[in-house]
């Protein structure tokens, strides 16, 4: 008994408890309201244990880092907070590894303040200290004691020089030399010379030997007497520094000890306050402000404003006692959720920013920039999969510091100049949790290829891409309601949110179902702007409607040139009359407009062994789901007919005029109804299209599409002209999954179309042939045989 869908039955039954308009509705507060997600994301925040970030996969909006990042944020508003500032400091053991300080939230900014206020107090006390009476006489009092020394020194060389008859003369070079004084009668005074060989004539040789003998004793003493004044001028310079820094130690010791005070439980800032100390009494000229006007000199000379010098000497020379600070929570009560929308290597790690100056290129810890991984910790970053490893060595540093605990700012500027200076900056500890956002492919290949990503992601939140009618609907509402609020759009009324929940409906493919929010909030907005435009007070379902045929339009170029090649005649489709061997089966296209078709499929049958032969598989044009449908319809046959004879058949089986790749096995319950009617010689009813899957037992199989497979085939027979005996055979399963368009369900209810669900293959032939199936499969069987006893004859 051949069985056809009402008109009732295509319709969606919509909850009736609807309100009149979305005023009545509170805004829906988070997309995301699915208990599975919600409870996954939940566990992800609670537990603060190591590798417990989370992927989200399924969540399909445009916005969905910014819906995550709002979640989050209510998700976490009471819970405490534990915030670091991060500080880069100049480390004075070992210039190129800049130390980290970290400070409680807000206390960076302070230790910066107070760190430059204690520059200035030195800067004051220093200079004050170094003009005091008392150091003054100290310094005097050692000068004094060298000077003694010197001058002992030299009057006791000068002597014992004058007793040889030798003199200490200045040489041309800056040095000294002794000679012999003796007098010149040209210049008519006397000279002293050093050269001895030119004293012939006034000595003899033996006495010029004798001579040189003592010149060169005394050179030695000389040479001596230098280096022992150099040694004393050393230990004197020494000595005035050990005085010098023993003097500003009392200086600098009490506001340096006053500041470690304030950080008992800072080991670190203490231990750089201490080695800052050092520094300032060993380079207290910076301090004194002589080396600012050679800096100043100098820079001048490179030209420059003396405003813009004195800023640049004032930073140069005191740099060093700089706080650099990273990252500052000042003010900040609550968890960061941070979104990093371009997730690069220096993005996330950070990165030391370079000057460039003549050539050379250089930078220091003032240069550090920390990047989003430092500023999330404390709380969450919030990254996208496929943004995340398109960039270079973005993913290796995500999971080392989730590894580690610690990221690392790396130097990895490409050296342009000649010269470049490498900082490595110690690790910053962090503490933050990853919420990567995703789809089930990447989570495989990652699962799959990298054994770190699920130690390190344990919590998968994944949405459903389906809500339920009844409570979807609610969500529905909710949602409208929050679109309008946020876009300043006319409310909704009760017609509109019916054609909204329709639509979501079809997009879902499914009548119990709706599509996922995100995908309904573009005609949301189109029906609201339509409505606003015309200066109405609600958006009616007419409103609703117009948006959903002008995005249809936009986007269905490709559905109607397809269906015009159709309607002229340029493929060969029938929609009435009867053919042995073709029918009309349905092709489903999903890219960026999803539509349905009919295409002819042919089967032609002979005497042979080959079995069935796909046209598409021979030419390389179906893939591997197809192909496993032609062979589940060999295995039906055989099943069917081949238990009491072997079946020597040739089948030759083609989609005609299809050029591109075909996939998937909904049109093999229609291949094997064209088969069938070639066996028996019996003709198929063209205003008939079919869709279904089927196995090797006979039994119709679901499929997917079906409303667009349906509305296809309609749009072709309402273009040539209704009949009344059109229609679509479509698996039984698939009749929950209807939700067809209201031309399509009025044709229905006029008796123009009709839609028979069926569970076997033998209701389906039945329907396509008028005839019952006992009759269609003794011709089959009596068809087999003579291609048997023709085979036998031939051999």
């Known amino acids: 008994m051949v069985k056809e869908l009402k008109a009732e039955e295509l319709k969606l039954h919509i909850p009736k408890d609807l309100p009149e308009t979305t005023k009545e509705v509170e805004p829906l507060e988070s997309i995301v309201s699915q208990e599975r997600v919600l409870d996954a994301i939940k566990s992800g925040i609670d537990i603060e244990e190591k590798g417990f970030n989370i992927y989200i996969s399924g969540l399909n909006s445009p916005d969905r880092l910014n819906i995550v990042k709002e979640l989050v944020e209510k998700l976490t508003q009471d819970k405490e907070s534990k915030l670091y500032d991060f500080c880069y400091v100049y480390n004075f053991k070992n210039p190129e590894e800049p130390r980290i300080l970290i400070f409680p939230a807000g206390e960076g900014k302070k230790f910066k303040e107070r760190m430059d206020n204690l520059v200035e107090i030195l800067k004051k006390d220093i200079r004050k200290a170094l003009t005091d009476s008392v150091y003054e006489k100290k310094i005097s009092g050692l000068r004094s004691e060298l000077n003694s020394k010197i001058m002992e020194l030299e009057a006791n060389l000068k002597n014992e020089v004058?007793?040889?008859?030798?003199?200490?003369?200045?040489?041309?070079?800056?040095?000294?030399?002794?000679?012999?004084?003796?007098?010149?009668?040209?210049?008519?005074?006397?000279?002293?010379?050093?050269?001895?060989?030119?004293?012939?004539?006034?000595?003899?040789?033996?006495?010029?030997?004798?001579?040189?003998?003592?010149?060169?004793?005394?050179?030695?003493?000389?040479?001596?007497?230098?280096?022992?004044?150099?040694?004393?001028?050393?230990?004197?310079?020494?000595?005035?520094?050990?005085?010098?820094?023993?003097?500003?130690?009392?200086?600098?010791?009490?506001?340096?000890?006053?500041?470690?005070?304030?950080?008992?439980?800072?080991?670190?800032?203490?231990?750089?306050?201490?080695?800052?100390?050092?520094?300032?009494?060993?380079?207290?000229?910076?301090?004194?402000?002589?080396?600012?006007?050679?800096?100043?000199?100098?820079?001048?000379?490179?030209?420059?404003?003396?405003?813009?010098?004195?800023?640049?000497?004032?930073?140069?020379?005191?740099?060093?006692?700089?706080?650099?600070?990273?990252?500052?929570?000042?003010?900040?009560?609550?968890?960061?959720?941070?979104?990093?929308?371009?997730?690069?290597?220096?993005?996330?790690?950070?990165?030391?920013?370079?000057?460039?100056?003549?050539?050379?290129?250089?930078?220091?810890?003032?240069?550090?920039?920390?990047?989003?991984?430092?500023?999330?910790?404390?709380?969450?970053?919030?990254?996208?999969?496929?943004?995340?490893?398109?960039?270079?060595?973005?993913?290796?540093?995500?999971?080392?510091?989730?590894?580690?605990?610690?990221?690392?700012?790396?130097?990895?500027?490409?050296?342009?100049?000649?010269?470049?200076?490498?900082?490595?900056?110690?690790?910053?500890?962090?503490?933050?949790?990853?919420?990567?956002?995703?789809?089930?492919?990447?989570?495989?290949?990652?699962?799959?290829?990298?054994?770190?990503?699920?130690?390190?992601?344990?919590?998968?939140?994944?949405?459903?891409?389906?809500?339920?009618?009844?409570?979807?609907?609610?969500?529905?509402?909710?949602?409208?309601?929050?679109?309008?609020?946020?876009?300043?759009?006319?409310?909704?009324?009760?017609?509109?949110?019916?054609?909204?929940?329709?639509?979501?409906?079809?997009?879902?493919?499914?009548?119990?179902?709706?599509?996922?929010?995100?995908?309904?909030?573009?005609?949301?907005?189109?029906?609201?702007?339509?409505?606003?435009?015309?200066?109405?007070?609600?958006?009616?379902?007419?409103?609703?409607?117009?948006?959903?045929?002008?995005?249809?339009?936009?986007?269905?170029?490709?559905?109607?040139?397809?269906?015009?090649?159709?309607?002229?005649?340029?493929?060969?489709?029938?929609?009435?009359?009867?053919?042995?061997?073709?029918?009309?089966?349905?092709?489903?296209?999903?890219?960026?407009?999803?539509?349905?078709?009919?295409?002819?499929?042919?089967?032609?049958?002979?005497?042979?062994?080959?079995?069935?032969?796909?046209?598409?598989?021979?030419?390389?044009l179906s893939k591997k789901i197809h192909n496993k449908g032609v062979f589940t319809i060999e295995g039906y046959l055989r099943h069917k007919f081949g238990q009491d004879m072997p079946l020597s058949v040739h089948i030759n089986l083609a989609f005609e005029q299809l050029y591109n790749y075909l996939d998937g096995d909904s049109a093999s319950s229609t291949e094997l109804y064209a088969i069938l009617s070639s066996l028996a010689g019996a003709p198929i009813k063209q205003g008939i299209a079919v869709t279904g899957s089927v196995n090797q037992f006979g039994e119709i199989q679901p499929i997917g599409g079906v409303n667009e497979k349906i509305e296809g085939f309609f749009d072709i027979c309402k273009a040539r002209g209704l009949t009344g005996e059109q229609g679509v055979i479509i698996p039984e399963q698939n009749v929950n999954d209807l939700v067809l368009k209201k031309e399509v369900v009025k044709a229905v209810e006029e008796g123009k179309f009709h839609i028979y669900p069926v569970k076997r293959i033998e209701e389906g032939i039945e329907i396509l042939t008028g005839k019952p199936f006992e009759e269609i499969a003794t011709k089959v069987k009596e068809k087999l045989k003579t291609y048997l006893n023709a085979m036998k004859n031939s051999e």
């Open 162 to 620: 004058s007793s040889f008859g030798f003199v200490i003369v200045s040489t041309q070079t800056g040095g000294f030399d002794v000679g012999i004084p003796i007098m010149n009668n040209n210049i008519g005074r006397q000279v002293v010379e050093t050269k001895l060989d030119r004293l012939k004539g006034i000595y003899s040789e033996e006495e010029i030997k004798n001579l040189k003998n003592t010149q060169n004793e005394l050179r030695r003493k000389l040479k001596k007497v230098g280096k022992q004044i150099m040694y004393l001028k050393e230990e004197y310079a020494k000595k005035e520094r050990e005085v010098k820094k023993e003097w500003l130690f009392t200086v600098v010791e009490s506001p340096i000890e006053a500041l470690k005070q304030l950080y008992p439980d800072n080991e670190k800032v203490k231990e750089h306050l201490e080695e800052m100390k050092e520094d300032v009494v060993t380079y207290s000229s910076s301090f004194e402000g002589t080396s600012q006007q050679n800096v100043m000199g100098l820079l001048g000379l490179m030209g420059g404003s003396s405003g813009n010098i004195s800023s640049v000497v004032e930073s140069e020379t005191f740099g060093v006692y700089d706080v650099n600070i990273v990252v500052d929570n000042s003010g900040k009560k609550r968890r960061p959720v941070i979104v990093e929308t371009n997730p690069s290597f220096l993005n996330l790690n950070g990165k030391i920013e370079k000057i460039s100056s003549q050539g050379i290129v250089h930078s220091d810890f003032r240069k550090i920039k920390a990047g989003s991984i430092a500023k999330s910790s404390g709380g969450y970053l919030i990254v996208d999969v496929y943004d995340l490893l398109r960039k270079p060595k973005a993913w290796e540093v995500l999971k080392r510091t989730l590894k580690t605990g610690e990221v690392k700012i790396e130097d990895i500027y490409e050296n342009i100049g000649v010269l470049s200076s490498v900082l490595d900056p110690q690790p910053i500890p962090v503490k933050l949790k990853v919420i990567m956002l995703g789809d089930e492919y990447a989570y495989y290949v990652l699962s799959q290829y990298d054994e770190d990503f699920k130690e390190l992601f344990k919590i998968k939140a994944q949405f459903d891409p389906e809500l339920d009618l009844e409570k979807g609907t609610k969500n529905y509402v909710s949602f409208a309601a929050k679109v309008v609020k946020e876009k300043e759009l006319p409310p909704i009324d009760k017609t509109g949110l019916e054609a909204i929940i329709e639509y979501g409906a079809r997009l879902a493919g499914r009548r119990e179902k709706l599509a996922e929010l995100t995908k309904i909030e573009e005609v949301i907005v189109e029906a609201g702007t339509l409505a606003k435009k015309g200066k109405k007070d609600v958006v009616t379902r007419k409103d609703v409607e117009k948006a959903i045929e002008a995005k249809t339009k936009r986007h269905s170029l490709y559905m109607e040139k397809y269906q015009e090649v159709i309607n002229k005649g340029l493929k060969l489709i029938e929609t009435d009359g009867e053919k042995i061997g073709q029918i009309n089966g349905l092709v489903y296209y999903d890219a960026d407009f999803a539509f349905g078709a009919p295409i002819k499929i042919t089967a032609v049958t002979s005497v042979g062994r080959n079995g069935i032969v796909s046209i598409e598989k021979e030419t390389g």
